[in-house]
């Protein structure tokens, strides 16, 4: 059950801002609810946690910073059973740290927002330069089979908008949802307009509220794979939370039949909502003889070739992936059907290129435009692959 | 679409500068401002760098490119930036503190006494104001109602008065040094090519 209510006015800023992407982060999470957070600074990303240690005593939060990644991302986990709205914020090696604990959080269905300002890796990198190098990171780094919701923001008011999906997309799918932003749009400020909290609409966590004895944490096999009501820790209900394969009641049941209902259900709750998640922005793909497939900062670069492209008479379609995960199977796959090529320039060495070559299957040349990171593109190199594309 | 870049050296207000004067585009001159710093080791010491690309539309490309307008407020951040600046573009400069090469005529230079006006003021920390001022008279890139609406979050309340007389005060300078100039254009040559 999706209960959607007005935002509570403590947590909006309202009014027009002019703003980083890492401060617009706290405050869409503020809009949102979120009234926990645990998190290590690490750059590029330490100005969305200070915004937001600013801010909460007047929302009525509570901040914490944690020893390290690890002991963020499981306070997390300790925080949304304790009733609470959570986030926290990294960057390339924290987001390696928590790897382990976000498969606990997917297992154990617990709503929370992660959010990774990239920055050129691996390792500990290129600290203080933008990337976008975690894209199948977020997807494959913890154990196991699983699935994530991440979105891609292209500017400070996205961070701030997305911030709120993320949240609302969290609660309705018990899940970790991931805002996979970068250092560019981190620290770059542009006008960022915070709506009047009546205008901001959240989704209220599904609490249990039938007979004490009666609950059960976990939920499989409903209609569409929806997840099942949570209650709070203290509350007097007794569940059990655990990573280990589980049956509804939550306990560790060691078996292949279990694991089968268990799994599924965790894949099945996004996969067969895939359609309801994904969301995107598509540009003049009527026609098209190549389409640009982009995502994030690079996809503003990108606007900027294909118009060039445009200028020189070239068909070039747009298309901006809002959420990477779920990929956007349909849409790259019906757009591989009637092109040329794809073009997909990405602040990496090819990552979500493999995934649309994937849904492509040959039925289009798809031409990756990457980079070892530290720089947005220069339209000029999505230009000449557009090109290459058309030929 | 304009492309700005405030430098200088660590202290001299030159991100606050960016800030200020991208807030006022965005908010009050209803158009578009993206603002970016260096940031990192390259931001420590040395010359520091804000920039800021102004559009009548959405900015995409978030980056300054060919700079049309310099602000150089130290030697070291002439020396490093002025060469980037395009042919025609708006140079300004601290003139106590800049020594120029000899001018060429590649770019149009506007000298402006900026840190001994602003302690005239009683402050050299409102240098930056001074030349905010001359930088709106000068490019206007930005109206003077915009910038005072933009100051109170960004400068500290009690020094807010200053800032505005230091503000007044690059902005009176800047238009008399316009009209010595007879009205001509600057701003032509110092525009890049738009993106709609």
Redesign the interface.
């Known amino acids: 059950m999706v209960r959607k209510v007005k935002a509570d006015p403590k947590g909006v800023l309202e009014g027009p801002h002019f703003m980083d992407g890492d401060h617009a982060l706290a405050e869409g999470a503020l809009a949102a609810g979120c009234r926990f957070f645990a998190g290590y600074p690490i750059t590029p990303s330490t100005e969305t946690a200070e915004r937001f240690a600013e801010r909460c005593p007047e929302a009525g939060g509570l901040f914490i910073q944690m020893e390290d990644e690890i002991a963020s991302i499981t306070a997390l986990i300790g925080g949304a059973w304790g009733g609470q709205k959570v986030m926290t914020v990294t960057s390339g090696p924290g987001f390696s740290l928590m790897m382990e604990n976000i498969g606990l959080a997917c297992m154990t269905e617990t709503p929370m927002v992660i959010a990774n300002v990239q920055r050129g890796g691996p390792s500990t990198g290129l600290p203080t330069l933008t990337a976008q190098q975690e894209m199948m990171q977020v997807r494959w780094g913890s154990h196991g089979d699983y699935r994530v919701i991440a979105l891609v923001p292209d500017s400070p008011q996205e961070c701030f908008d997305l911030a709120i999906e993320a949240f609302n997309l969290s609660e309705t799918y018990r899940t970790p949802v991931f805002i996979m932003t970068d250092e560019t749009v981190g620290h770059m400020h542009e006008k960022v307009v915070i709506p009047p909290a009546s205008e901001i609409e959240v989704v209220e966590r599904n609490w249990y509220t039938g007979p004490k004895d009666q609950y059960k944490p976990y939920k499989f096999g409903a209609e569409n794979h929806m997840p099942g009501p949570m209650v709070k820790v203290g509350d007097g209900y007794r569940f059990h939370v655990t990573g280990l394969v589980h049956d509804e009641r939550g306990y560790p049941q060691a078996t292949v039949e279990a694991g089968k209902i268990n799994i599924t259900h965790i894949i099945e709750k996004i996969d067969s909502n895939a359609d309801k998640i994904i969301r995107f922005e598509a540009d003049q793909l009527e026609g098209a003889e190549v389409v640009v497939v982009s995502y994030g900062i690079t996809s503003r670069i990108a606007i900027k070739a294909v118009m060039d492209a445009r200028k020189q008479g070239i068909k070039t379609g747009n298309f901006r992936m809002i959420t990477a995960w779920p990929f956007p199977e349909k849409q790259i796959r019906e757009i591989a059907s009637k092109v040329k090529a794809i073009v997909v320039p990405e602040i990496n060495y090819g990552q979500m290129v493999r995934e649309v070559e994937r849904v492509a299957g040959g039925r289009c040349k798809v031409i990756s435009v990457n980079s070892t990171g530290g720089a947005v593109h220069d339209p000029s190199e999505i230009l000449a692959a557009i090109k290459e594309g058309r030929s | 679409m304009m492309e700005v870049r405030f430098s200088g050296f660590g202290g001299q207000g030159i991100v606050r500068c960016?800030?200020i004067t991208?807030?006022a585009i965005?908010?009050y001159d209803n158009k578009?401002?993206?603002?970016?710093?260096s940031?990192?080791?390259e931001a420590r010491g040395g010359a520091c760098s804000s920039q800021l690309v102004v559009s009548e539309s959405r900015?995409?490309?978030?980056?300054v490119t060919v700079p049309g307008v310099l602000v150089a407020l130290s030697q070291e951040a002439y020396n490093l930036y002025e060469p980037e600046l395009g042919n025609g573009g708006i140079l300004i400069v601290e003139q106590d503190l800049v020594k120029q090469k000899p001018d060429t005529g590649r770019v149009q230079v506007f000298p402006v006494p900026a840190t001994r006006f602003a302690e005239e003021l009683g402050n050299r920390l409102f240098a930056n104001l001074v030349v905010i001022g001359f930088f709106a008279a000068v490019t206007k890139c930005v109206t003077p109602d915009a910038v005072k609406k933009?100051l109170p979050e960004l400068v500290p309340g009690r020094f807010l008065k200053a800032n505005i007389q230091a503000f007044d005060k690059g902005y009176s300078y800047g238009n008399e040094i316009m009209a010595a100039k007879s009205g001509a254009s600057v701003m032509a040559d110092a525009m890049s090519e738009g993106?709609?």
């Open positions: 960016a800030l991208g807030k965005s908010l578009f401002a993206t603002m970016t710093q940031f990192g080791p900015v995409l490309y978030p980056y933009a993106v709609e």
